[in-house]
Structures are given as C-alpha cells and as structure tokens.
C-alpha cells in the first residue's frame, strides 16, 4: 500500500477526484481527507481481491484504463468484482 500511494499514478488519481468535485459544483475537501478515502478505497479492493483469491477465485481482469477501472470476472464460478484504481 505504501508503495502505491508514493505513486505518481496515485496522486493523478487524487487529482481526478478533486476535478470530479469541481466538475460537480462541490466544494473540494482538503488534500488529506481526498487521500484518507482514496487509500481505504484501494485498501478495501485489495482486501476483496486477497479474500476471493483464498477462495479459490481465478479473476480474469479487463482493464479499462480510460475510466481507471477493471472489471474482474472469476473464471472458476463466473463471480464479478469492479476494482478502481
């Protein structure tokens, strides 16, 4: 995680959702409250992706790196996860 979050891909991301913000006439919360809930978001996914692996899942990912997401589709039982990144 720390990894991550020491990324430029991680900032870009804080910056996406500080413009989604503006672009929503809502104000923009302080640069470490943007960054608390970007790091349980991703806390959270990669929490998910490590429980379903433990169950056996065999996720086929289809990046969507226009939109920063990848759907997840488990090739074993056909479950379905949404991780944004």
């Known amino acids: 995680m720390a990894d991550y979050t020491s990324t430029t891909a991680f ?3 804080l910056q996406a959702l500080a413009n989604s913000y503006r672009e929503h006439g809502l104000p923009v ?12 978001e991703v806390r959270k996914c990669m929490e998910t992706l ?3 692996e433990a169950k056996g ?10 939109n ?18």
């Open 11 to 13: 900032e870009a991301e």
């Open 57 to 66: 899942h065999l996720w086929k990912e289809h990046a969507d790196p226009e």
């Open 29 to 40: 919360p302080p640069y470490e409250v943007l960054r608390i809930g970007e790091v349980g």
């Open 50 to 52: 490590m429980i379903c």
């Open 68 to 85: 920063g997401t990848s759907p997840l589709t488990c090739r074993r039982c056909g479950a379905e996860e949404h991780l944004r990144w």
